[in-house]
Nanobody
Framework: QVQLVESGGGEVQPGGSLRLSCAAT????????MAWYRQAPGKQRELVAS??????TDYADSVKGRFIISRNTKNTLYLQMNSLKPDDTAVYYC????????WGQGTQVTVSS
């Protein structure tokens, strides 16, 4: 059973930055797709950024130019979040897929002055 553990969330002022990490119990390169989702209070979970095994990336329009998804060669997926806005406030979840989808437990990101 693959386990994913997110870290790096917290509270930041508008315009600030955070870097989320997602540590997997298996090689991150073994997954077909890796992604970050988020869910704000009262809203549906939405895709923020994704990366294929080949390294292709895609972003939600709302975060293009501000967020960057990346990975290392071992077991960690990252989400660099810059120029944060109050609308980015949400619980952020790591997701990986390899025939079966796996979710992390989520990490809270709060953007507030």
């Amino acid at each position: 059973q693959v386990q994913l553990v997110e870290s790096g969330g917290g509270e930041v002022q508008p315009g600030g930055s955070l870097r989320l990490s997602c540590a997997a119990t298996e090689s991150i390169l073994s997954f077909t797709v890796m992604a970050w989702y988020r869910q704000a209070p009262g809203k549906q979970r939405e895709l923020v950024a994704s990366m294929t095994a080949g390294g292709s990336t895609d972003y939600a329009d709302s975060v293009k130019g501000r967020f960057i998804i990346s990975r290392n060669t071992k077991n960690t997926l990252y989400l660099q979040m810059n120029s944060l806005k109050p609308d980015d406030t949400a619980v952020y979840y790591c997701y990986t897929y390899r025939g079966v989808g796996y979710w992390g437990q989520g990490t809270q990101v709060t953007v507030s002055s």
